[in-house]
């Protein structure tokens, strides 16, 4: 799935330019395209930038308590095209209601072709990939250093984050 490029500004400043606002109008045209996209109303972004291939991100899955486990992560490419590598967690985490995957029990010793063999996308420019429940349970997710990646690449992940409890510290300050 392709999005268009387009710079965001997520927040209109008291000295916005006419080409910032036109950016912020951008943001919430494109908010309105992931929504429709995805049915989700996503409330964080996290930007990640990749100079070019020595920049990497290590195996992990996005499964922090205050990430909102029913709802996708949607992830969208920018710029140069890098690989993606998905491999199933060595012990699945428990999703409420659903048996564990299909195959996972050879995870382990898993060939090409079980439904849980590590495998690789390509993520290029543009591209709209979405995590929906419950990957990040059940998958961790890199993305691996290639040295013959010259070129930048951004990436932006849309989540939904979960209202926080008050902490007692931030109690205490008031
Ligand atoms: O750059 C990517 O495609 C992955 C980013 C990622 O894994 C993350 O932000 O948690």
């Not at 029913?70 to 992830?75: N, R, V």
């Amino acid at each position: 799935m392709k999005l268009g490029a387009e710079s965001h500004s997520p927040e209109p400043s008291a000295s916005a330019s006419p080409n910032s606002l036109r950016s912020v109008d951008r943001f919430s045209t494109s908010d309105k395209l992931l929504e429709a996209l995805t049915g989700w109303r996503f409330n964080s972004l996290l930007l990640n930038r990749y100079r070019d291939g020595r920049d990497a991100m290590g195996w992990h899955a996005d499964d922090e308590p205050e990430l909102d486990p029913s709802a996708p992560i949607a992830s969208l490419s920018l710029g140069a095209s890098r690989d993606f590598r998905l491999r199933p967690r060595s012990s699945p985490r428990r999703a409420p209601g659903l048996p564990p995957p299909e195959g996972y029990s050879t995870a382990r010793g898993s060939t090409a072709d079980s439904p849980c063999a590590p495998f690789n996308l390509k993520l290029a420019h543009g591209d709209l990939l979405l995590m929906e429940p419950p990957s990040q349970l059940w998958w961790q997710h890199a993305v691996p250093r290639r040295l013959r990646v010259t070129g930048q690449r951004l990436n932006l992940t849309f989540r939904v984050v979960r209202p926080q409890p008050r902490s007692k510290a931030s109690n205490r300050e008031k």
